[in-house]
């Protein structure tokens, strides 16, 4: 960028949930180290989840800031405090209210536009009000969908060919068409939106989400080239959309303190899991988490402990925090577990653990972030999708990479998913940790994990993508408003 120029200067808005937060602090952190001044849109609860981290990621030369506005909990009849999209997203009376209280957000991010002038707004896609708040001050918006390229372009097919209305019941595959490589899926994997005309709310939303889109800049995808070739260029060249892919985004916190600062406060102390994973050969360890929403009922937890006590397998297992009086484990299952297990009761600093030599499998229910957390460790997974994109994202591991291998979940735990005997849980950990299917797995995960190291390097393709788009939106600034970049 020229000196001559004031800084870029750009928005992150990001959805309300952790798995929207953490990769859109990630992202900001990572425009800053690049030199634009980045401004974190959020409200003061999750605002606090992320200080510390902001006051790290600042340097003398680099300028990432947080403005809050106020989330309009009274308004909507939240309790006070009920910020963030994980407590409520679960429970059918306030997700409604969540999302109403959403929408208010965007005069108050029009009154922060107007009084900051950035030259770009980067908010979620489950804003999709943001572009005619970035049209009134005449500034470009991107969106950020959170996914891969993979599931984007394989939903767009599935939502354009309809190739669910063309089997005869719920579990017959279908082939999703003009999708690069053979892909299955079966109805019950489809969003029930995709599937019916029910539910008209949530369709209406999901459409305007996709006008939104359509109509803006183009999107920043938390993604690397080598991962997603066929499908990044699909993207571009099929469906004639613009994107920059520039991930691995986690890979922005380099040192254990960003690592472990991730989200929210652990329920662990680093230095703790740390010294625990030290005394562990390499690739001993699997670790076993299912991101920051889904919930399983007592039973299923049960089966899973039980599955990794067979597996005979070390493990670090993240368990969402209970009520205190469910059994959820096996009678002694602690005391035999000791030295082999290690159950982590809430948040876990998981990029730490994922990274650390020791790990060398990862049961995960496919949320993106994990998904490319995983990659970029260059570990092996058990998919175990619960809902969402979750299912394709189980494909680009399972089928397009094979580095991965399902535990077989045929539908949405949501909807009162498959339930998981401890046998399958057992059989699909062994299968990643020992014999020869799994060193040859390892071989191409760990390639890949080196790949998405490289990708974030000066000159790898995510470090070229992201300098061109701040080439772009910096010329783009200039050309068409430089009275407002002096104004700074
Ligand atoms: N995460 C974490 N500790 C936990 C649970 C989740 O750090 O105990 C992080 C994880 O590293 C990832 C994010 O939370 O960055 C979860 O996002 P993902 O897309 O995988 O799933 P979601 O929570 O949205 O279902």
Redesign the pocket.
Known sequence: MDSEYPKLSIFFFPFL????M??TVDMAKLFASRGVKATIITTPLNASHISKTIEKAKTPGNGILVQTIRFPCAEVGLPEGCEIADDVLSSPEEAPKFFKAITLLQEPLEQLLHQHNPHCLIADMLYPWALDSANKFGIPRLVFH?TSFFSWVASECVRFYEPHKHVSSDDEPFLIPNFPGDIKMTRMQLADFIKSDEDADYRRMMKSIKESELKSYGLVVNSFYELEQPYADHFRKVLGRKAWHIGPL?LCNTDIEEKAL??KQGAINEHECLKWLDSKEPNSVVYV?F????NFAESQLKEIAMGLEASGQHFIW?VRRRKEDEEWLPEGFEKRMEGRGLI?R??????LILDHHAVGGFVT?C?????L?GVTAGVLMVTWPVA?EQFYNEKLLTRAHKIGVPVGVKKWAERDGDYVKWETVEKAVNRIMRGKEAEEMRKRAKELGQMARRAVEEGGSSYSDLTALIEELSSSCRLCNLNDIYRL
């Open positions: 949930a952790h798995g929207h953490i990769p959170g986690s991730r989200g988490c991101g920051s929403l889904a993240v982590i809430g948040w876990a600093p998981q990029v229910h949320g993106w972030n994990s998904t957390e969402a």
